[in-house]
């Protein structure tokens, strides 16, 4: 969509927008088997600013002002900032596209780009060096990741994003804890933990953002546990997932210029990752939530809303 199509358009987006009070997001929170995947429900949002409504495919809405934006409009917001999350849909393809297009156009702009993936905990750093470095074809990658043991998904979704960071040398950054730690600390917190375990914990865990806990609150009452896990051993195991990826990005930004890749629902409402690497090195950032087809937005999930699927 050109830039005179959206301006003639604007007034249809802002009845679409500001139409319907209702919202549904999908919290995709499914590795380490913590939160379901894909499932319906109804976040602490900004009453004060109704949902944005289902729109059609490629359209991009500023979360700051519920005006529609052009692609490049966008870019040149992410251009000055630091870090730049983009959120998905795991199973989408739509949205590893649009991870993709963002990472080229910013690459272009700065050579100096890292990216910095949920798919890898950090005991592979060594195996993602390899790759960015040109070392590793990718049998030898998918083998020494241990991928289809570890985050699962089909490699074909994210094959051309991690192919395009080797053919550039493009640094990569695992943000994650070893996917089988979450799920103990959900049945028994972190003093259970092994010490070799409590290794991978970070430094600081934040349990006090209060929209964040209310959101865990809800996914945690579709959940029948029949007992057997309470609420602040799971709000915990989310609150360990979120910041140990917070203090990965903070840590691993350096000079480079950062592409987040995470699940849509680490970057909602900014209360996931983001704010926690704010809080840890004040580098500015900018989040864009790729929705779906179907899915009705609150404009505060993210800086930019974009219907891509």
């Known amino acids: 969509m050109d830039e005179s199509s ?7 987006f802002r009845r679409s927008i500001w139409k319907n009070q209702a919202v549904r997001i999908c919290g995709v929170l499914a590795a380490a088997g913590l939160f379901l995947a894909g499932c319906a429900v109804t ?3 900004n009453t004060s600013r109704p949902a944005i409504e289902a729109l059609p495919p490629g359209t991009i809405i500023s979360g700051r002002t519920g005006q529609a934006v052009s692609f490049d409009a966008m870019l040149a917001d992410l251009s000055t900032v630091a870090v730049i999350y983009v959120g998905e849909k795991h199973t989408a393809a739509a949205h590893h596209e649009g991870q993709l297009r963002v990472l080229r156009e ?3 702009l700065s050579p100096r780009l890292a990216v910095a993936m949920e798919m890898f905990d950090r005991t592979y750093q060594a195996v993602l060096d390899r790759w960015s470095a040109g070392e590793l074809d990718e049998d030898d990658f998918l083998r020494s990741s241990h991928w289809y043991a570890n985050w699962r998904f089909d490699y074909a979704l994210y094959r ?12 990569l950054v695992a943000l994650n804890l070893p996917f089988n730690i979450p799920p103990k600390i959900r049945v028994g917190g972190t003093n259970y933990l092994l010490d070799y375990e409590k290794g991978f914990l970070p430094e600081e865990i934040d349990t006090t953002v209060s929209a964040h806990r209310n959101f865990a609150e809800q996914i945690f009452r579709m959940h029948d546990f029949k007992g057997k896990v309470r609420f602040e051993d799971f709000y915990l195991a989310q609150c360990v997932w979120e910041d140990v990826m917070a203090e990965s990005v903070a840590k691993n930004l350096g000079a480079d210029r950062m592409v987040v890749l995470a699940g849509n629902g680490h970057i909602q409402f900014k209360y996931g990752i983001p704010e926690r690497a704010f809080k840890r090195n004040s580098a500015p950032y900018l989040t864009i939530y790729q929705a779906s087809v179907g899915e009705e937005v609150d404009p505060s999930i993210a800086d930019f809303i974009w219907f891509n699927d």
């Open 6 to 12: 959206l301006a003639g358009n604007n007034e249809v």
């Open 160 to 171: 051309e994003i991690l192919e395009y960071t080797r053919v550039h040398h493009i640094r």
């Open 106 to 108: 910013l690459h272009f």
């Open 43 to 45: 976040p602490k949002m």
